[in-house]
């Protein structure tokens, strides 16, 4: 497996990195970021917080505007962002900003033209995690998953469907219900068909209406986040996590809209939400 | 003076806004950005911190990038980001990117092709201060200011011509002595023509060297940044305060380079030092 430094710089006390490498999952090159806090010497292993970003996003939106770094130097945690979706001449794509490249939605596509390279749910379960297992002073013991908007998606449904591996868990502006909603309602059946019990192991209200079950998450939500009522509904998820007793700590955040600018603004409390469980 | 707003999005608990007006300095639209905290209720006026870009910049990077917004409000402190030139089809431009649109330099243009629309110094002196004080709550008594490379040096030379007009200075890698580097070498002759006295009055060393004061400024240089001896040589600006009797806290930061990583490193501490004089 390949595996090349892109580039790495000193920020806030530790080294902000980008990487590249060849993935199997995908069959393409993959580039993401990770922030080694300054507390990674002497062979320490560190807790890791992943950021699973949203539609139209690389690791880069996150890894430049997210403002991770201070607190995550201060409370020694390893961040890691993969892309959304595998990218290149030769892999599909849609020309709208809500399919292809850029929309991965965290799922392995099974229809054509998607199925050979659109495997990010293996990328980021499977094939990632080795990786920085091998690569990263990190304890795979204490991980906390995180994201926006489809990211949010993809790190409630990760956490969901593996019982354990995250003791945390938070999403900022997340797709709760995919199949109940438009942006998944196009995605869906485009990578997955026509089988309705595969868009459901990808739907975090479904999947905890089937039982899944994670002990706790904190959702931010912005009141002015223009795809609030039509996209995101996350009171879909305060319903379901009511009754299936998961303590879902939802805020909805008076004014703030879907943008960095939202997720900048409430970074610090979320990975203080993780650097308390980890 | 038309005025525009371009965005105003909620973060922090104030309000990043991006706004356009059409410049009589320049004779062009100019944008900036303005942070606003959440302090600025009841007709209260705050202190205001000028932060000036580098090569290449517009107001964008450092407002998306500079991570100033968390401490900006909790101290209450309004963070303004002007362009770095004039931009536009009808305006002079040059292939390289450290000349024309983009690399303004803070001077008033006296030479064809720029000066119809490079008079950069009279629009963050003049021009914007004045819009500025209309339009938002600022207590111009109250003003700091501080930039990064070329506009470090612009923050130097506008505070040193300045004396009084800023309770505090700082410079993230600041140009010092444009008059001794490539940079300036290339911009001063190019935008103020053969007259060396019209370029020492924007060299922040030749200002102090030539009795310009200020009390103090701090400035941050990180050490594996690839223009230190080239192109800022902040030695220079330490043996000229040292001589005036200027208090410079110069840092050199270990390890980091010339990019937003490194700015956003040290972003609190410049936020504290001017909070404290404000």
Redesign the interface.
């Known amino acids: 497996m390949s595996f090349e430094i892109i580039s790495t ?5 530790g080294i ?1 990195g980008v990487y590249r490498h060849q993935s199997s999952a995908t069959g393409t090159p993959m580039v993401f970021s990770v922030f080694t806090p300054p507390q990674a010497v002497n062979g320490r292993k560190l807790p890791v917080l992943w950021f699973l970003s949203g539609l139209t996003c690389t690791h880069a939106n996150v890894t ?2 997210g ?1 991770f ?2 607190l995550a130097a201060e409370l020694g945690l390893v961040i890691v962002c993969p892309d959304t979706s595998p990218r290149g001449d030769g892999v599909a794509d849609d020309a709208g900003w809500d399919l292809g490249q850029g929309a991965g939605f965290y799922v392995d596509a099974t229809e054509a033209p998607w199925a050979p390279h659109f495997r990010m749910w293996t990328y980021v379960t499977e094939e990632l995690p080795a990786l920085v297992t091998r690569h990263f002073p990190v304890d795979m013991d204490r991980q906390g998953i995180t994201g926006h908007s489809m990211g949010g998606h993809g790190a409630l449904t990760v956490a969901l469907r593996h019982p354990g591996r995250f003791k945390s868990v938070s999403a900022f502006a997340p797709i709760v219900a995919p199949t109940q909603v438009p942006w998944g309602q196009k995605a869906f059946p485009t990578y997955l068909g026509s089988d309705k019990a595969a868009w459901l192991r990808h739907d975090a209200v479904a999947l905890i209406e089937h039982g899944a079950l994670v002990p706790e998450i904190l959702v931010d939500q ?1 009141t ?1 986040d223009g795809f609030l009522e039509g996209q995101l509904r996350p009171h879909l998820l305060e319903a379901a996590c009511q009754k299936a007793g998961i303590k879902l700590t939802l805020r909805m955040q008076e ?3 879907h ?4 997720i ?2 409430f970074m ?1 409390d979320h990975l203080r939400w993780h650097g308390e469980r980890l």
């Open positions: 710089i000193r920020s806030h006390g902000q430049e505007k403002e770094r201070r912005g002015a004014g703030y809209d943008s960095y600018y939202f900048s603004s610090d």
